[in-house]
């Protein structure tokens, strides 16, 4: 470590390591293989679950590359008028222009006549390809020459996975600019110097540009999926362990000027000192994340997979970057309070309250660390309610239109019936199947629909929310 430590911070190998870190970084940008991350997040649900299983058996009955756009019209509480109807009408026959299933595009009107809907059939390839341009054309389509004050909104799949997939467009700029500025306000409190946050800030954000090109790259050879909510997740993992490794560095380094004229020797006590408390940290960390690629989600799995590889990095620059760049720079970085030997400056000085701290926690480790786990224990009493997943409508902030849409559906139709339910029976036990399920409370209607293999597909509409508990 000491070798490692005095090269990391020699007078010229310190120039070396920057220039090699430079180069490395410029051709890990250039030549490792970019891939765009999935802006639709998946379930990835294991191929044991029965729903995984249902849905591959399915994809081989003829309506498997089927998905549906469904659009509703309403007053915002307000019944339909004659000339509503005749409009939506008129609507529905232009939304059948693009529909795989023109005769299906049929208007329906609730029994309370405060809305109307159209759902319309379309092709989940072609839809997956351009989900913008699909949704925009049946909003498009929907709204055109509609009466004052009735508004046309979409949901149903294509609604919903359009408005998911805005809802992270520009997440990632914003949340990188958030961390930044979060980032930098910390190293300037804490350092109180206008200058000495560039150096740190600016080793993790190439960092975390690094841990982005290098996950990006390697998650099709392992078969992981990447997208947009893990890409933001990786970037605050990657920023906040940086800058936590940064902090104990830089704390270290000022100690060791205070006391050494060579600011060469007191990085090299610097970094012989702290980084293997850095190492272990964030090693731990690391560890503790590939534990996820146990798991049964395959966002879990990625999540993982990710972030170890961001922390891994993140460890990376704080020993080997960040430690070449302040030595290149000088003492001078840490104006306005620039460290500078006094020689007895330390004699008879009062140890302050971290250092009494330590020194309290070494006499009595045993006591400390029963207390920890013992309140470790206590909060975790609060995973006893704990509980995840979200339904359609609460993975949102806002309302957007697919939201919107689903509540005037949850109001005047069924609640399930932006997204039903398929249940699979063999052939012959379609009616008992069809009577078993209509004697379930919660379900509204069961149809039955295609058959492949033996296998009948029965589609079944409920009176909850896609997604939801019930």
Same mark, same amino acid.
């Given at each position: 470590?000491?070798?490692?430590?005095?090269?990391?911070?020699?007078?010229?190998?310190?120039?070396?390591?920057?220039?090699?870190?430079?180069?490395?970084?410029?051709?890990?940008?250039?030549?490792? $293989?970019?891939?765009?991350?999935?802006?639709?997040?998946?379930?990835?649900? $294991?191929?044991t679950a029965e729903s995984a299983r249902v849905a591959a058996l399915?994809?081989?009955?003829?309506?498997?590359?089927?998905?549906?756009?469904?659009?509703?019209?309403?007053?915002?509480?307000?019944?339909?008028?004659?000339?509503?109807?005749?409009?939506?009408?008129?609507?529905?026959?232009?939304?059948?222009?693009?529909?795989?299933?023109?005769?299906?595009?049929?208007?329906?009107?609730?029994?309370?006549?405060?809305?109307?809907?159209?759902? =319309? $059939?379309?092709?989940?390839?072609?839809?997956?390809?351009?989900?913008?341009?699909?949704? !925009?054309?049946?909003?498009?389509?929907?709204?055109?020459?509609?009466?004052?004050?009735?508004?046309?909104?979409?949901?149903?799949?294509?609604?919903?996975?359009?408005?998911?997939?805005?809802?992270?467009?520009?997440? !990632?700029?914003?949340?990188?600019?958030?961390?930044?500025?979060?980032v930098a306000v910390l190293l300037i409190v804490t350092y109180r110097?206008?200058?000495?946050?560039?150096?740190?800030?600016?080793?993790?954000?190439?960092?975390?540009?690094?841990?982005?090109?290098?996950?990006?790259?390697?998650? !099709?050879?392992?078969?992981?999926?990447?997208?947009?909510?893990?890409?933001?997740?990786?970037?605050? %993992? =990657?920023?906040?362990?940086?800058?936590?490794?940064?902090?104990?560095?830089?704390?270290?380094?000022?100690?060791? %000027?205070?006391?050494?004229?060579?600011?060469?020797?007191?990085?090299?006590?610097?970094?012989?000192?702290?980084?293997?408390?850095?190492?272990?940290?964030?090693?731990?960390?690391?560890?503790? %994340?590939?534990?996820?690629?146990?798991?049964?989600?395959?966002?879990?799995?990625? %999540?993982?997979?990710?972030?170890?590889?961001?922390?891994?990095?993140?460890?990376?620059?704080?020993?080997?970057?960040?430690?070449?760049?302040?030595? =290149?720079?000088?003492?001078?970085?840490?104006?306005?309070?620039? $460290?500078?030997?006094?020689?007895?400056?330390?004699?008879?000085?009062?140890?302050?309250?971290?250092?009494?701290?330590?020194?309290? =926690?070494?006499?009595?480790?045993?006591?400390?660390?029963?207390?920890?786990?013992?309140?470790?224990?206590?909060?975790?009493?609060?995973?006893?309610?704990?509980?995840?997943?979200?339904?359609?409508?609460?993975?949102?902030?806002?309302?957007?239109?697919?939201?919107?849409?689903?509540?005037?559906?949850?109001?005047?139709?069924?609640?399930?019936?932006?997204?039903?339910?398929?249940?699979?029976?063999? !052939?012959?036990?379609?009616?008992?199947?069809?009577?078993?399920?209509?004697?379930?409370?919660?379900?509204?209607?069961?149809?039955?629909?295609?058959?492949?293999?033996?296998?009948?597909?029965?589609?079944?509409?409920?009176?909850?929310?896609?997604?939801?508990?019930?």
């Open positions: 470590m000491t070798r490692i430590a005095r090269f990391l911070s020699g007078r010229i190998t310190a120039w070396v390591t920057l220039a090699a870190s430079v180069v490395a970084v410029g051709l890990l940008f250039a030549f490792v $293989p970019s891939a765009e991350s999935d802006a639709f997040p998946s379930a990835g649900l $294991p191929d399915l994809e081989d009955f003829p309506s498997s590359d089927a998905t549906v756009g469904i659009v509703v019209w309403s007053r915002d509480g307000a019944d339909l008028t004659d000339a509503d109807i005749a409009a939506v009408t008129e609507r529905a026959a232009a939304l059948a222009e693009v529909s795989t299933t023109p005769q299906a595009v049929r208007p329906q009107v609730s029994e309370d006549g405060a809305a109307a809907l159209v759902a =319309v $059939p379309l092709s989940a390839s072609e839809v997956e390809d351009d989900i913008a341009g699909t949704a !925009d054309e049946l909003r498009a389509l929907s709204s055109d020459s509609l009466p004052s004050g009735l508004d046309a909104r979409l949901t149903g799949p294509v609604g919903f996975q359009d408005d998911v997939s805005n809802a992270f467009a520009g997440a !990632d700029f914003r949340l990188l600019l958030v961390t930044v500025i979060v110097s206008p200058v000495l946050w560039i150096v740190p800030l600016a080793v993790v954000g190439i960092a975390d540009g690094l841990a982005r090109v290098v996950v990006t790259g390697l998650a !099709d050879a392992v078969g992981v999926t990447i997208d947009a909510s893990i890409g933001g997740i990786l970037s605050v %993992l =990657v920023f906040g362990a940086g800058t936590n490794y940064a902090l104990l560095l830089v704390a270290r380094y000022r100690e060791e %000027l205070l006391v050494q004229e060579d600011r060469h020797r007191a990085m090299t006590t610097a970094v012989r000192s702290a980084g293997p408390a850095i190492a272990a940290s964030g090693g731990t960390v690391a560890l503790s %994340l590939l534990t996820l690629l146990f798991a049964s989600l395959a966002g879990n799995r990625a %999540l993982g997979f990710a972030c170890a590889i961001g922390v891994l990095i993140a460890i990376v620059f704080a020993l080997v970057v960040l430690p070449a760049a302040l030595v =290149v720079c000088g003492r001078g970085l840490f104006w306005p309070f620039v $460290p500078r030997v006094v020689h007895g400056a330390h004699a008879g000085r009062k140890p302050g309250f971290w250092t009494r701290l330590g020194r309290g =926690v070494a006499r009595r480790p045993a006591i400390v660390a029963t207390a920890a786990v013992a309140g470790v224990g206590v909060l975790l009493l609060g995973l006893s309610g704990y509980t995840v997943g979200l339904s359609q409508t609460d993975q949102f902030l806002g309302t957007p239109d697919s939201v919107r849409a689903q509540e005037t559906i949850d109001e005047s139709f069924s609640a399930g019936l932006t997204r039903r339910t398929t249940v699979l029976t063999p !052939d012959d036990a379609v009616e008992d199947t069809v009577s078993l399920v209509e004697g379930v409370d919660g379900v509204d209607t069961v149809t039955s629909g295609e058959s492949n293999d033996g296998l009948t597909a029965l589609t079944v509409t409920l009176d909850a929310e896609p997604e939801s508990d019930a």
